[in-house]
């Protein structure tokens, strides 16, 4: 048990390394919470050998974990400095989620899917991920009695960025998201200011859907 976690311990040490670092992800919170967070009890048991690799992977119900960089890129585009509250739609296996936790005051995570949304919520009391709060909803309309929220990410995508989600940012806060159409989107980041909101384009990736009100149909 001990050599097991050691072992884990060892890949998690070498995907920073390899695929994190070496990417120019530089945040020291996101790079800690990526060597604590265990990725492996993420996925399914048959999967557990390849959790640290370079690559997305299924979680069931035809969703996907993504790849390592890609969740250190968002983490690290949405300034965290920990006193954050932050809304995630698209709770998933729950290891995006996990390694926000890491990072700030609160995290909120929204799922569509029952299965996943019971199986993550019971994953994260079992490994006593506390400041996570779970909920069972369209995330697309997003959280209205728990906003405004000072970070939110989608980890799905959509054709346009849900306007209750626009709505339930703080000024100041930060928004990120995949936006484009069924087979490969950009990613999308934006903050809200008092004028206004401020638009960057981060760059090409490939997201499963967002499905809700807001979102693509059924
Ligand atoms: N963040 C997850 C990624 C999961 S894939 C992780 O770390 O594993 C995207 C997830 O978004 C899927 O579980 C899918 O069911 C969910 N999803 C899609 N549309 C949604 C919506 N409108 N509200 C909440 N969750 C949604």
Redesign the pocket.
């Known amino acids: 048990m001990k050599n097991e976690s050691k072992k884990y311990a060892n890949w998690r040490r070498e995907m920073v390394e390899k695929q994190i670092m070496s990417r120019g992800i530089t945040d020291r919170l996101v790079i800690d919470a990526m060597l604590k967070v265990p990725r492996h009890l993420?996925v399914s048991e048959a999967l557990i050998d390849s959790a640290y690799g370079d690559f997305p992977l299924p979680?069931g119900?035809g969703?996907?974990?993504?790849q390592p960089f890609i969740?250190a890129e968002m983490t690290q585009n949405l300034g965290l400095k920990g006193h954050e509250r932050v809304l995630?739609?698209?709770?998933?296996?729950?290891?995006?989620?996990a390694i926000l936790s890491q990072i700030v005051y609160k995290v909120y995570t929204?799922?569509?899917?029952n299965t996943?949304f019971l199986q993550t919520r019971k994953l994260f009391d079992t490994l006593k991920y506390h400041n996570i709060v779970t909920r069972y909803?369209?995330?697309?309309q997003g959280w209205k009695q728990e906003s405004p929220f000072d970070a939110i990410i989608v980890?799905?995508g959509g054709q346009q960025i849900p306007e209750p989600l626009i709505q339930q940012l703080a000024i100041g806060g930060k928004l990120i998201m995949p936006v484009g159409g069924n087979f490969s989107q950009e990613l999308i980041l934006i903050e809200k200011t008092k004028t206004g909101i401020q638009t960057n384009n981060l760059g090409a990736c490939r997201?499963?859907?967002?499905?809700?009100q807001h979102?693509w149909g059924e």
């Not at 969703?63 to 993504?66: E, F, L, P, V």
């Open positions: 993420f979680i119900e969703q996907t974990i993504s969740i995630e739609i698209g709770t998933g296996s729950g290891y995006q989620g929204i799922e569509r899917n996943l909803s369209d995330g697309t980890t799905a997201f499963v859907k967002l499905i809700g979102g």
